[in-house]
């Protein structure tokens, strides 16, 4: 027997073999062995199969999810549909230059988001009234998160004073992760969310902007208003792609037993993902559909 025979004779061994275990699936010359194909196959005679399959030259199947894929253009037509870091290419074992520098900027944005604070003319322009959260510092207010589900004690007690009381919908800004989402989108947004609450007949509160806070600190000024329901936009923890990502959470509060899943979530308002002009319809609709159905997040969809 020579070296061609035995080589043949192995491949039919570990064909049979492979087939066996695959319920009985045959492979031909040239193609991965039957176990490559069964998702059923235990991990260990998936290793072996790879293993017969580089030794016998046959490539390895194509993946299911890719055999129904079909491009429906090329690489430019993909990246132009996500700024995520897709199709990079490299420089030798390297990212190259330009994929280094684009993560490095990007990178920094977010820790800058993370310690930055909503611009004062901001605050001022939209007449929010500034909060802020238990959290002594942004030191204390990253490493303590408890704190910034709080108000407080002055600001606690500037709410119960000064604000306006039983509103039907307490509108709150917090900074959460990154005061520079509120500071860029909340100029485009809430000038729009107010008018149309005021063509919708809803009576507002008074609005409150709080720094170093956290989602749960505007149920506290909620509740300590009466209000009805309560509209939250926050900053959204800053990634790769963007640091000005906001959230807008809206909740009606005149319920027992508050969980979280009791609220309606719309996320990623930002120029590069939902256009701020789009979200404030879909927000009014949450904040009108929550009046009227008195209730918010699972429960409304029950």
């Known amino acids: 027997m020579d070296e061609r025979e035995l080589r043949e ?33 235990p991990p260990d005679d998936i290793k072996l199969a790879k293993k017969a399959a ?28 996500t700024p995520a870091r897709l ?12 994929t280094i520098l684009k993560f490095l900027s990007d990178h920094a944005a977010a820790r800058d988001a993370v310690a930055s604070v909503v611009d004062p003319q901001v605050v001022a322009s939209l007449g929010l009234v500034p909060l802020v959260s238990a959290a ?11 704190l910034g589900r709080k108000l407080s004690d ?24 990154s005061a520079t989402a509120l500071s860029v989108n909340l100029p485009q947004m809430l ?20 720094t170093l806070g956290r989602v ?37 509060m005149k319920v027992r037993n508050f969980n979280e899943a009791m609220r309606n979530v719309i996320s990623n308002i930002h120029a590069g993902g939902l256009p701020p002009a789009e979200a404030v319809p879909a927000i009014v609709a949450n904040v009108l559909r929550a009046l009227r159905d008195k ?3 699972v429960d409304a969809n029950v």
């Open 54 to 81: 580089a030794w016998m030259g046959a490539g390895l199947p194509v993946p299911p999810v890719l055999q129904r894929w079909h491009a429906v253009g090329d690489r430019s037509f993909y990246l132009g549909k």
């Open 216 to 252: 749960v600190c505007a149920d506290e000024v909620a509740r300590l208003t009466g209000a009805e329901v309560l509209c939250l936009l926050v900053g959204e923890r800053p990634g790769l792609k963007t640091a000005e990502s906001m959230g807008a959470y809206v909740t009606y």
């Open 87 to 98: 199709g990079v290419g490299s420089a030798g074992v390297r990212y190259r230059t330009e």
């Open 154 to 177: 002055t600001s606690r007690e500037l709410v119960m004073k000064q604000g306006i009381r039983g509103p039907q919908v307490q509108f709150v800004a917090v900074d959460g992760l």
């Open 136 to 146: 002594k510092d942004r030191t204390q207010f990253l490493r303590r998160p408890d």
């Open 191 to 210: 000038p729009l969310l107010n008018q149309e609450m005021a063509k919708a007949g809803v009576r507002m509160g008074t609005p409150y902007v709080v």
């Open 9 to 41: 004779l192995v491949r039919a061994v570990v064909e049979g073999a492979m087939a066996e275990s695959a319920g009985g699936s045959a492979t031909g010359p040239g193609t991965a062995p039957a176990a490559l194909r069964d998702r059923s196959v």
């Open 295 to 297: 209730r918010t997040g």
